[in-house]
């Protein structure tokens, strides 16, 4: 027999329990395995409870995709479909929580849903996936989890209801009409929504709001486009954010490097700056803008308080424009124009109707086309480039105190009935054929005034 010397036999022998320990330890990772395998299975939970008519609602998700639905009855149905990975203990706890505190509805019919228990899950530390869940309670209760997961949530809810929605990190269909109102505090939220008879108020950020029909909407938005189809009011305070509304009445706007459009629109206050606008027609608009855009349709009443701001439109009855200061105004038609003490603006106008009344310093007029049908234009200040084509004109008088006078017209279509003064300082009054006291009137008053007035006559 050959001998074993006692080295060999300890090698061996530890050789032979190493093998035990890695048998016995993918043994334990098996069964592990296995345990995590059967409490990861997807659970759902349901509820179901009976309500008061015409119920507050409150819905408040985390990283959650949910559906509210139409509920038959007068009643809410929850439906929670997750996945949860961790140790039996901690699973079992996790559903009793939710069970037990998911659905919450009052002795006096509010309702109450709160998915928003999670907090800082899905972290991985050194390549493994680890998960927290903080439940808001006095307790500090937690649950650690390898993972946690929520496939997908649906609440049932009845028509007539008044509801606040919160919403973190979340995407959310709102697919039945609310006969009621909603409250609204978005971060980070897709939301879309059909008809809601109440008003929207609240907040978002980050957001991406759709809504078909609703009433008023009172909200406050930071990096967020909305989309609605027709509203009856808004009020809105946006930052950083996209407004489109396709049809309403009233608009009460302060907007901050955002974008408006509303193409059917009744009347609107707004206050803007870096702002892209677009209007279609309008009653009245109040604007208040630096630095930006703004294209309307046409406009019964226009007044302007702005600066470094482009405005174009159709055909406006009335524009007043206060403190303009270096604005670039343009409009097809105006009827009526009125600019006091503005600077280096610029006027754009296709086709004057009753009157102009112009105050300023270095500021630009170009005007197309008077109507024959004028009453009064006065324009008076310092610096001042006008350009007049009257079509067809009927008897008018043109007078004036001019300093540094530049003034350019066809002195023989004129009955000269003053000209006193030179190139330096001059007073005028001309007569345009026979005039009377109900003729209407071009006056100039100012310093170094470029005028140039010309006829195009169809006669």
Not at 78 to 85: F, G, R, S
Not at 146 to 175: D, G, H, I
Not at 331 to 351: C, P, R, T
Request: aromatic share 8%.
């Amino acid at each position: 027999m050959k001998n074993v010397n006692k080295k060999e036999m300890k090698t061996n022998r530890t050789i032979s329990e190493y093998k035990s320990k890695l048998i016995l330890l993918f043994a334990v990772l098996m069964a592990s395995s296995t345990l995590m395998a059967q409490n990861g299975e997807n659970t759902i939970i349901k509820r179901a409870q009976k309500l008061s008519s015409s119920p507050k609602t409150s819905i408040s998700l985390y990283d959650i995709t949910a559906e509210i639905l139409s509920s038959n009855n007068n009643e809410v149905r929850i439906e929670l479909d997750y996945i949860a990975k961790g140790k039996d203990e901690e699973v079992a706890k996790l559903k009793t929580k939710l069970e037990n505190d998911l659905l919450q509805v009052s002795s006096s019919g509010e309702v109450k849903i709160d998915l928003t228990f999670q907090n800082n899950f899905d972290l991985e530390i050194m390549g493994m996936k680890w998960s927290k869940l903080t439940f808001k309670s006095d307790k500090k209760e937690t649950i650690k989890l390898k993972e946690f997961k929520v496939q997908s949530f649906k609440v049932w809810l009845p028509a007539k209801q008044n509801m606040t929605l919160s919403a973190k990190y979340s995407r959310v269909k709102l697919q039945t009409n609310i006969e009621g109102s909603l409250n609204l505090d978005a971060y980070d939220t897709e939301l879309t929504a059909k008809s809601i008879t109440g008003d929207i108020n609240g907040q978002a950020k980050y957001s991406n709001l759709t809504f078909a029909n609703t009433g008023e909407i009172k909200l406050s938005l930071y990096e967020t486009k909305l989309h609605a189809e027709n509203t009856s009011n808004g009020q809105f305070e946006a930052k950083y954010s996209g407004i489109v509304i396709k049809s309403m009445q009233d608009l009460k706007l302060d907007i901050y490097e955002g974008s408006l459009l509303v193409p059917t629109i009744a009347n609107a206050n707004i206050k803007s700056k870096y702002a892209e606008l677009s209007l279609g027609s309008l009653q009245e608009l109040k604007l208040e803008a630096y630095e930006g855009r703004c294209k309307l349709g046409d406009a019964n009443k226009l007044t302007i308080n702005a600066k470094y701001v482009e405005i174009s439109g159709d055909k406006v009855e009335t524009l007043q424009m206060l403190e303009g200061y270096e604005n670039t105004i343009t409009f097809d038609a105006i009827g009526s124009l009125n600019s006091k003490d503005g600077k280096y603006n610029n006027f754009s106008v296709g086709e004057l109707h009753h009157s102009l009344s112009l105050s300023g310093y270095e500021d630009e007029i170009d005007i197309e086309s008077i109507s024959k049908e004028f009453k009064n234009i006065t324009i008076s200040g310092k610096y001042i480039d006008a350009n007049i084509l009257i079509k067809s004109p009927h008897a008018y008088r043109l007078q004036g105190i001019v300093q540094y006078p530049d003034l350019s017209i066809d002195e023989s279509a004129y009955k000269i009935k003053k000209k006193i003064g030179d190139e330096n300082k001059m007073e005028f009054e001309y007569d345009y054929k026979e005039v009377n006291d109900a003729s209407p009137k071009i006056e100039l008053h100012g310093y170094e005034m470029d005028i140039r007035i010309h006829h195009l006559s169809f006669e």
